[in-house]
């Protein structure tokens, strides 16, 4: 059974820089893709990265603006592996819920792509 924990949320200054960790188990040949994606208070959720692994393609929402950047570290055991997603030069617009999902093959970066959600991680971005 597939299972995302997402961590590393908090309360950043601007400018600032942070990095959320998906732990993810259960990541069997079903899936492809796990992508970071933020919901913003009273907006809906975006994707702001991806990565693909049958091919190694990595997608980034307009919203990352070049600062954002996800990487990933597997183990001996294919299924469990960790996604981070490190966000440099914070902005207020950055503030929202980072979700991680998971995605079968074929997955771009949309949230309608995947089928599979971590309970989220809050970021709030402020002085």
């Avoid at 400018?15 to 009273?42: E, N």
Wanted: proline share 4%.
């Amino acid at each position: 059974q597939l299972d995302l924990v997402e961590s590393g949320g908090g309360l950043v200054q601007p400018g600032g820089s942070l990095t959320l960790s998906c732990k993810v188990s259960g990541f069997t040949s079903d899936y492809d893709s796990i992508g970071w994606f933020r919901q913003a208070p009273g907006k809906a959720r975006e994707g702001s990265a991806c990565l693909r692994f049958s091919d190694g393609a990595f997608f980034y929402g307009d919203s990352a603006k070049g600062r954002f950047t996800i990487t990933s570290d597997e183990g001996e055991n294919p299924e469990e592996l960790e996604v981070f997603l490190k966000i440099d030069r914070l902005e207020s617009e950055d503030t929202g819920i980072y979700y991680c999902a998971a995605a079968p093959i074929g997955a771009l970066c949309e949230p309608g792509d995947y089928g599979s959600w971590g309970q989220g991680t809050q970021v709030t971005v402020s002085s």
